[in-house]
């Protein structure tokens, strides 16, 4: 539908009072011969008749209107604020509707927004209830047991207390892990920032995952060992944390005689660290998920490896914590690759 702006509308108006009005003078006996008084007459008319109306428009419009303009204006989706300086110049009628449709467009975006994060919300405390139920009910059954007579029989009371401690270092973990989340979301975890070789960091690695390694017969190896350390600036602590979830993951998500291998890649002012592994992959309708919490390609599988569900959102976490950048490539039956960079120590 066409604006029209309140100088066209007073025009207009005018134009058919004077219209209406040397009409009538036509009509008048003493100066319907004299057609030149007539056309003063209404020029005269119109521009007087023009400025008066265009002013009282403009002002009845500008006070009707411009309260709701200025409150869209000042809302901060918008991010625009009224001059008040240009009263009622400002061109409310043709402003106004491209002003609404920008505000209502962002209100729009910011309730899709605030969709998505009550869906995110419910499928967050869904999923915090349900891996916290596992070893809650787990516990409750093994003491159960115990309480019916089971602490008497030697061959049970030790096993389930060993069960069910299993099962309380699961639950600490998971509050562990979402604790880890909070910090680094909030920003109250601090980084550590000091120089160390990325290079012995990753044997280090090696070493710790060794014993899982070996017992799901998978081999670490470096794609090509740098001869010389490759130093970088970063938390050390966090950045173990980091390399070992990864590995770790590359470990249990493999098969039999598979491998984990990590590569470095000089990109000048940054290293780049893959951590490439042989398992069984990842669909690509996945994969924009892998890093959210809980989120779980093969439940049933990820739980028999015993994971909180939360080892790539933290690791996702520390990585951004550090203003780096982490990405994920995978196919299915052939693996999964995790890159990600870490700035050079100069």
């Not at 449709?101 to 405390?125: G, P, S």
């Amino acid at each position: 539908m066409k604006t029209y702006t309140s100088g066209q509308l007073a025009l207009f108006i005018s134009g058919i009072l004077t219209v209406l009005a040397a009409f009538f003078m036509l009509f008048n006996f003493y100066v319907s011969h004299n057609i030149v008084v007539i056309l003063i007459f209404a020029v005269l008319f119109l521009v007087f008749s023009y400025a008066i109306l265009n002013y009282y428009l403009n002002r009845y419009i500008t006070d009707k209107i411009k309260p709701v303009y200025k409150t869209i204006l000042d809302l901060p989706v918008s991010g625009k604020k009224l001059d008040s300086r240009k009263g009622s110049q400002v061109n409310i009628l043709s402003d106004i509707k491209v002003e609404v449709e920008e505000w209502a467009k962002k209100q729009t975006e910011e309730i899709e927004r605030l969709k998505d994060l009550e869906r995110y919300r419910k499928e967050f405390v869904g999923n915090v209830s349900h891996e916290l139920k596992t070893p809650i009910f787990n516990i409750q059954g093994y003491i159960l047991t115990l309480l019916e007579g089971g602490i008497d029989d030697p061959k049970i009371n030790k096993l389930y207390l060993q069960r069910t401690e299993k099962s309380i270092d699961r639950m600490i973990s998971i509050v562990e892990d979402l604790e880890s989340i909070t910090k680094l979301e909030s920003g109250e975890l601090k980084l550590v920032v000091e120089k160390f070789d990325v290079v012995r960091l990753v044997e280090e690695v090696f070493e710790m995952e060794q014993m899982l390694a070996s017992e799901r017969k998978v081999s670490l190896e470096f794609v090509q060992r740098p001869e010389r350390p490759v130093m970088v600036k970063a938390d050390k602590k966090r950045m173990t944390e980091v390399l070992s979830n990864l590995v770790n993951n590359g470990i249990k998500y493999n098969r039999k005689k598979g491998t984990v291998k990590v590569a470095f890649y000089d990109l000048e002012d940054h290293i780049m660290v893959e951590v490439a592994d042989t398992g069984f992959g990842i669909d690509k309708k996945d994969l924009p998920r892998v890093f959210e919490r809980f989120y779980r390609v093969d439940k049933s599988r990820s739980r028999e490896q015993g994971g909180t569900g939360l080892g790539l959102s933290i690791v996702k976490h520390i990585i951004e914590a550090h203003e780096q950048t982490i990405n994920v490539k995978s196919v299915l039956e052939e693996g999964t690759t995790f890159t990600f960079t870490m700035e050079k120590a100069r």
